[in-house]
Each structure stands twice: as structure tokens, then as C-alpha cells.
């Protein structure tokens, strides 16, 4: 059993940047930033390996979110920078046992979420 818990949510000005971390408790592979906005599907933002030598990110996100983890203190970040009213949503980490993966599906842990409200 892993448990997972977001933190670093808020509000914030269009423009401005945002760091959310993850604390994990338990063994942790694969990591992932997924986030929902009202209305719509949870959706992928980004991963990481367990090595942290690996990341994918949306398109949307590209350029501007920044994953990374620290496995001495079994947390994973994402560094949100440039952030637009669009990036408003709930965001959730999760683990899987995958080395990395794009695909909801494939996550078995997931947090409670963490909203991010970004004003224009």
C-alpha cells in the first residue's frame, strides 16, 4: 500500500509559477502529475522514472512544467512555471509500477489532489 499526499496548490496570477510536491510512504517506481479540470477528464501532465533519468510531459505543458523527484525523501515535485488560466485545475500525483507511463489506467496510487487556480 502506497499512500501519497499533494501539497502546494494555491492561487495564482497568470504569468506566475507554482511548485507542488508529493510526499509518498511506501516503495515507490514510475511517478505521475495528472490533473482535472470541472467537467473534464482527468488528464495526463507528466512522469518520471524511478531513476529520474526519464521524463515525459504533455504538450501542453512542455517548456513550462518541470518534473523531478528526490528519492532520499520519496517525494516527486512539478515545478509549473508561465502558468495560463487553462492550467486551472485539480492536480493528483500517482505511482505506477511501470518505469514511466502516459496512461491513467496504469497508475494504482493515486493522492487527493491539490487544486491549482490560476486568475488572467
Known amino acids: 500500500q502506497v499512500q501519497l499526499v499533494e501539497s502546494g496548490g494555491g492561487l495564482v496570477q497568470a504569468g506566475g509559477s507554482l511548485r507542488l510536491s508529493c510526499a509518498a510512504s511506501?516503495?515507490?517506481?514510475?511517478m505521475g502529475w495528472f490533473r482535472q479540470a470541472p467537467g473534464k477528464e482527468r488528464e495526463f501532465v507528466a512522469a518520471?522514472?524511478?531513476?529520474?533519468?526519464?521524463?515525459t510531459y504533455a504538450d501542453s505543458v512542455k517548456g513550462r512544467f518541470t518534473i523531478s523527484r528526490d528519492n532520499a525523501k520519496n517525494t516527486v515535485y512539478l515545478q509549473m512555471n508561465s502558468l495560463k488560466p487553462e492550467d486551472t485545475a485539480v492536480y493528483y500525483c500517482a505511482t505506477t509500477r511501470r518505469l514511466v507511463s502516459t496512461t491513467t489506467s496504469e497508475y494504482e496510487y493515486w493522492g487527493q489532489g491539490t487544486q491549482v487556480t490560476v486568475s488572467s
Open positions: 518520471i522514472m524511478w531513476s529520474g533519468l526519464s521524463t
Open positions: 511506501g516503495r515507490t517506481y514510475g
